[in-house]
């Protein structure tokens, strides 16, 4: 069982896959189908990935140095982790 199907657990999934071995790979978002068709696929529309299902949403407390401000992490959540809005 591989969690996580993003750059690396996809590698290894297919590694093992290759050697004979059964695999389950889970993820927990989207598939690559709806990610093609959203606006990921346009690199003009790059940040309105961050606003979508394909993002975890996660982000900083307030940085005291950066004027307060909260700090987006963009951690993608589909078929290619963060691969897939980076």
Not at 15 to 37: F, I, K, M, P, S
């Amino acid at each position: 069982i591989v969690v996580g199907a993003g750059s690396a657990g996809c590698c290894v999934a297919n590694r093992l896959a290759g050697q004979g071995y059964e695999v389950l790979l889970l993820e927990a978002g989207e598939a690559v189908e709806e990610a093609v068709n959203s606006n990921v696929s346009d690199p003009m529309k790059y940040g309105a990935a961050f606003a979508t299902t394909l993002n975890w949403g996660y982000g900083t407390t307030p940085q005291e140095n950066c004027n307060n401000r909260h700090i987006r992490c963009t951690r993608g959540r589909g078929v290619g982790g963060t691969s897939l809005v980076n």
